[in-house]
Structures are given as C-alpha cells and as structure tokens.
C-alpha cells in the first residue's frame, strides 16, 4: 500500500513554536538552512524511489524560487503551506483569504500550473477556524490535510474522520486527507511524523504504519520538516517546552527516516488519494461548531 510522504518547507525561525520570541520582521535577518535541507530530505527520499507533497510556505517561495523549481524538476509535487505560517484563528478571514490567495499565486506563476493542495500552519483549522474551509474551497484548492484528529494546546478536531474524506460545505466541497493516528480505545495517537516521530520510540511511527496499511487497509499520511534533520541549526531561546518539541532528538531524525522510507511504500498525496478512490467511496461529511457529522458517502468530488 502505498502511503503519502510530505515535507512541510519552512525554515527553522518560522515555526509556530517560536513566534513569540521570533518576529516576522527579523526573518529577512536570520542564517536560513531550508535550501540545504530540503535538498537533503529530497535526496533521501530518491534514494529508496520516493516522492514527495511538498507543502511550501509562500514566503519561502518568494526569496527561494530555484528551490520550488527544483523541487518539481525532480519530480515531487509542490502544494500550497499559507504565506508566512500564521496560525488561522489568529488571523480574520479577509486577511486569510489574502495571504493564501497571494502564496498559492507566488507558486503557480514558478510552476506554471494550479495548486491543488494546502496544509495550514500548525494544522489550524480548529473548530473556532472552520470558516477557512470555504476560503480553500473558493480559491479552487482541491484537498486539505490541516485537520489534525487529536488533542492538542495549538490544534486538532478529535472527532474528526481518521481517513480521507469529503467535507461538505455551502460553498462547495473538498477532500481532507488527516495527519495520521492511532485509535487506542477511543484516544487518538498522533503517529504520523513531526515531533511525535522524533519524540516517540522509532518503533511506534514504524509499527503503527505497519497496522494502518494491513490491519485497517489505510494509507498512512506522514509528515516531515526540513529543519528536523538538522541538529546544527541556530538555538533559538524560546520556553522549556518549545525547545523540547523542537530539539528533541534532531540528530536522530534523518536515520529514522531512512530506516522508515526502507520499510514501507510512500508516494505524493494526489498518488495516494487516486489509489484510494479507486476502491472507496470516500465519506462525506459536515463540519460544524457543534461537531462532525456524516452525511452519507460519494466517489464524486475534487480529485
């Protein structure tokens, strides 16, 4: 079965963890590493035949063009990460729509072609952000994978659907492919990569993979960012718990990741959503503040 495979490219400086001690105006001032390391990543992942979503922050498309062209050179697919990682609900619709609307432009004009894909900064499209679904569907985004099925301080929608699905809204539709998660008697164990893949035991991520594409015949969505194979990278002096889930075992990410594109299959995101639907019509649902409800299902739809 093959499983997606995507790098989140943004540089060190301008993760949400860090916004509060980092100023957006001191970016332009910042050593940057995300040239080097997504090559890196790129690379590894060629080595066992892999391709990538690539979800590129507008701003680093802008001062980095040769990155997103190489990027499709070699044949990953370039998708859509907002413009300067601003978590949603911290931003009014009208400046949202804005920002995205400008990063998606920025990155088709490099490509010549649409973006069809968008992940939000931090998975931010909570309950209190779902406004921002309608903004994607508007601006011709096909599917979304910035619906995290957990509990978090910065993000997630527990009840969420763990699979792919179709959202259903007023002004349209779109397909949602999760982060992936394990259901341990009702809790969602976040196991598709990030910190959770540094932080947790190499075996969890692996094992749960494993369980995902035999036991439960899905497709695993995985996650990585440039700056997490990168142990020498500048210290930023953020809190306790910002410098853990940031640090934590950055010199051990890059082995991990090649032991685990060695012993599983994974491709881009539109690969992987195409296999999928030949075989599954894919749940529709409706997103409201009062939860997440069913609404029947479809093989119609973006995609």
């Given at each position: 079965?093959?499983?997606?495979?995507?790098?989140?490219?943004?540089?060190?400086?301008?993760?949400?963890?860090?916004e509060?001690?980092?100023?957006?105006?001191?970016?332009?001032?910042?050593?940057?590493?995300v040239?080097?390391?997504?090559?890196?990543?790129l690379?590894?992942?060629?080595r066992h035949?892999?391709?990538?979503?690539?979800?590129?922050?507008?701003?680093i498309?802008?001062?980095?063009?040769?990155l997103?062209?190489e990027?499709?050179?070699?044949?990953?697919?370039?998708a859509?990460h907002?413009?300067?990682h601003?978590?949603?609900?911290?931003q009014s619709?009208?400046?949202?729509a804005?920002e995205?609307?400008?990063?998606k432009?920025?990155?088709?004009q490099?490509l010549?072609?649409?973006?069809r894909?968008?992940?939000?900064a931090?998975?931010s499209?909570?309950?209190?952000?779902?406004?921002?679904?309608?903004?994607?569907?508007?601006?011709?985004?096909?599917?979304?994978?910035?619906v995290?099925?957990?509990?978090?301080?910065?993000?997630?929608?527990?009840?969420?659907p763990?699979?792919p699905?179709v959202?259903?809204?007023?002004?349209?539709?779109?397909?949602?492919?999760?982060v992936?998660?394990?259901?341990?008697?009702?809790?969602?164990?976040?196991?598709?990569g990030?910190?959770?893949?540094?932080?947790?035991?190499?075996?969890?991520?692996a094992?749960?993979?494993?369980?995902?594409n035999?036991?439960?015949?899905?497709?695993?969505?995985?996650?990585?960012?440039?700056?997490e194979?990168?142990?020498?990278?500048?210290r930023?002096?953020?809190g306790?718990?910002?410098r853990?889930?940031?640090?934590f075992?950055?010199?051990?990410?890059?082995?991990r990741?090649d032991?685990?594109?060695?012993?599983?299959?994974?491709?881009?995101?539109?690969?992987v959503?195409?296999?999928?639907?030949r075989?599954?019509?894919?749940p529709?649902m409706?997103?409201?503040?009062?939860?997440?409800?069913?609404?029947?299902?479809?093989?119609?739809g973006?995609?």
């Amino acid at each position: 079965m093959k499983n997606a495979f995507t790098i989140d490219v943004e540089d060190y400086f301008q993760v949400s963890a860090f916004e509060g001690v980092v100023d957006r105006k001191q970016w332009t001032d910042m050593p940057s590493r995300v040239e080097d390391n997504t090559r890196r990543l790129l690379d590894l992942g060629e080595r066992h035949h892999t391709k990538a979503t690539c979800f590129v922050l507008g701003w680093i498309a802008e001062r980095y063009p040769n990155l997103v062209r190489e990027i499709d050179q070699r044949g990953h697919d370039v998708a859509c990460h907002g413009y300067s990682h601003r978590l949603i609900y911290q931003q009014s619709p009208a400046e949202f729509a804005e920002e995205t609307r400008h990063a998606k432009e920025v990155i088709e004009q490099l490509l010549g072609r649409p973006v069809r894909g968008y992940r939000a900064a931090s998975y931010s499209i909570t309950k209190r952000s779902l406004w921002a679904l309608d903004t994607l569907i508007e601006l011709g985004f096909e599917y979304d994978s910035s619906v995290f099925p957990v509990r978090h301080d910065r993000y997630g929608i527990p009840d969420a659907p763990r699979f792919p699905h179709v959202i259903e809204r007023e002004v349209g539709s779109i397909v949602e492919f999760p982060v992936s998660t394990l259901d341990l008697a009702g809790f969602n164990l976040p196991v598709g990569g990030g910190g959770y893949f540094r932080i947790f035991p190499y075996w969890v991520s692996a094992g749960a993979i494993a369980r995902l594409n035999q036991r439960e015949g899905q497709p695993a969505m995985f996650y990585v960012h440039p700056w997490e194979i990168d142990p020498g990278q500048p210290r930023v002096h953020a809190g306790r718990l910002s410098r853990f889930r940031h640090y934590f075992h950055l010199d051990k990410c890059e082995g991990r990741l090649d032991r685990l594109l060695a012993s599983a299959s994974f491709t881009d995101v539109e690969t992987v959503l195409a296999d999928y639907r030949r075989q599954h019509d894919l749940p529709r649902m409706r997103y409201g503040s009062d939860g997440v409800t069913p609404i029947g299902r479809s093989s119609a739809g973006p995609l």
